[in-house]
T-cell receptor
Framework: DAGITQSPRHKVTETGTPVTLRCHQT?????MYWYRQDPGHGLRLIHYSYGVKDTDKGEVSDGYSVSRSKTEDFLLTLESATSSQTSVYFC????????????FGPGTRLTVL | DQQVKQNSPSLSVQEGRISILNCDYT??????FLWYKKYPAEGPTFLISISSIKDKNEDGRFTVFLNKSAKHLSLHIVPSQPGDSAVYFC?????????????FGAGTRLAVHP
């Protein structure tokens, strides 16, 4: 258990509305990540953070923004949700040490109607 | 262009037998490989990993083999148990812009039946 929680766990919204997903961790990890999981694609990196106020884009960042004002919270925002953003979103942290193991939160299932 | 491929979307195995899940990759710069297990409505759980300087890593019933010349890795589960039924993702780690990132395969759904 890497001490990661995600909220909300489920959300249904309408096209064009803004949505913010929250990832919260309790173990002071520096690196945090947002992924989306879709059938046939595995997990794809949306954005990542390597510290407070330090973020960068992943491979599928269009339509998403992130913010990290505190070590423990990493927020993912869909400024104007589209149906193509219906997905399951996972937050992850990277453990300290010599390996690159990432540990995942429980996920948020988002449906955009 | 999928750099990490799991070509079998599903696998069915009898309890007690060996399960072999396969993964192929294209980028020779990957330096670390991981396997994750995922149950429905849960996040992926780290299972086992292997560095590119090794060819085998074992942890209980789980063994990962790496064949760098073939750019292929496999996960062996012996003996398979019904609780192993899940989706398994392989992932490869690489350095980009000074930071490590993971690329995931599409997953293989393993069903272990009694």
């Amino acid at each position: 258990d890497a001490g990661i929680t995600q909220s909300p766990r489920h959300k249904v919204t309408e096209t064009g509305t803004p949505v913010t997903l929250r990832c919260h961790q309790t173990e002071n990890h520096r690196y945090m990540y947002w992924y989306r999981q879709d059938p046939g694609h595995g997990l794809r990196l949306i954005h990542y953070s390597y510290g407070v106020k330090d973020t960068d884009k992943g491979e599928v960042s269009d339509g998403y923004s992130v913010s990290r004002s505190k070590t423990e919270d990493f927020l993912l925002t869909l400024e104007s949700a589209t149906s193509s953003q219906t997905s399951v979103y996972f937050c992850a942290i990277r453990s300290r040490g010599t390996t690159d193991t990432q540990y995942f939160g429980p996920g948020t299932r988002l449906t955009v109607l | 262009d999928q750099q990490v491929k799991q070509n079998s979307p599903s696998l069915s195995v009898q309890e007690g037998r060996i399960s072999i899940l396969n993964c192929d990759y294209t980028n020779s710069m990957f330096d670390y490989f991981l396997w994750y297990k995922k149950y429905p409505a849960e996040g992926p759980t780290f299972l086992i990993s292997i560095s590119s300087i090794k060819d085998k890593n074992e942890d209980g019933r789980f063994t990962v083999f790496l064949n760098k010349s073939a750019k292929h890795l496999s996960l062996h589960i012996v003996p398979s148990q019904p609780g192993d039924s899940a989706v398994y993702f392989c992932a490869a780690s690489y350095l980009s812009g000074g930071y490590n990132k993971l690329i995931f395969g599409a997953g293989t759904r393993l069903a272990v039946h009694p």
